[in-house]
């Protein structure tokens, strides 16, 4: 008989989905520059909103965004921008569209010079950080790190980033391994 599964307790119990994203993505370091600036925006819409909200409307997103081109979004222009308000399959929101435009430009500019990925990481030295919170009331919403990084991106241009943000980007990406000691991922992904 098939043992039952004990994973960290913010994913819906029976919502397929969201389970899968917690078993098989969340945590899961990332070092892809461009899959890095895609979670970096989705995250920046989120601001509000639930992750599952946005988990829903990833796909969508994906089409909509252009497959998360950060060449194509630098260039959109006013019409691009309106059609999107005018997209009930995304989050309407003029500042968060705006801001993702801004961000692929930031993006490029420091892709020019550094990969976006080493410079990300470099925050966490490279290696992901292993965490062991036993509750979920231990896990931060922030950290003086994630507070740098969100610094030093809106120094970059980058909008939507603050220190809460950006610490459940890295949690995301697999920056910090924030499942919980109880999970079955912790250990598979590293934790002791």
């Known amino acids: 008989m098939t043992q039952p599964i004990t994973r960290c307790p913010w994913p819906t119990p029976g919502d397929e989905l969201y389970e899968h994203y917690h078993d ?14 895609e979670k970096l925006i989705l995250d920046g819409f989120q601001a509000g909103l639930s992750w599952r909200t946005i988990l829903y409307k990833r796909e969508n997103f994906r089409a909509a965004f252009d497959g998360f081109d950060p060449e194509k979004i630098a260039r959109w222009d006013e019409r691009k921008i309106e059609a999107l308000l005018q997209d009930a399959g995304i989050i309407r929101s003029r500042l968060k569209i705006e801001g993702a435009r801004k961000n692929a430009k930031s993006w490029l500019a420091i892709m020019e010079q550094e990969s976006f990925s080493e410079w990300l990481w470099s925050y966490w030295g490279g290696t992901p ?34 220190p809460v943000i950006v ?25 002791g």
């Open 129 to 162: 950080l292993q965490n062991n919170f036993e509750r979920m009331e231990d896990v931060p919403a922030k950290t003086p790190i994630s507070e740098q990084m969100a610094k030093d991106l809106k120094k970059r241009g980058f909008t939507f980033c603050g």
């Open 167 to 191: 610490y459940a980007f890295a949690q995301a990406v697999g920056m910090v391994n924030d499942h919980l000691t109880t999970c079955f991922r912790h250990k598979e992904l590293g934790g």
């Open 24 to 37: 098989t993505e969340w945590g899961v370091p990332e070092y892809d520059d461009q899959a890095l600036f």
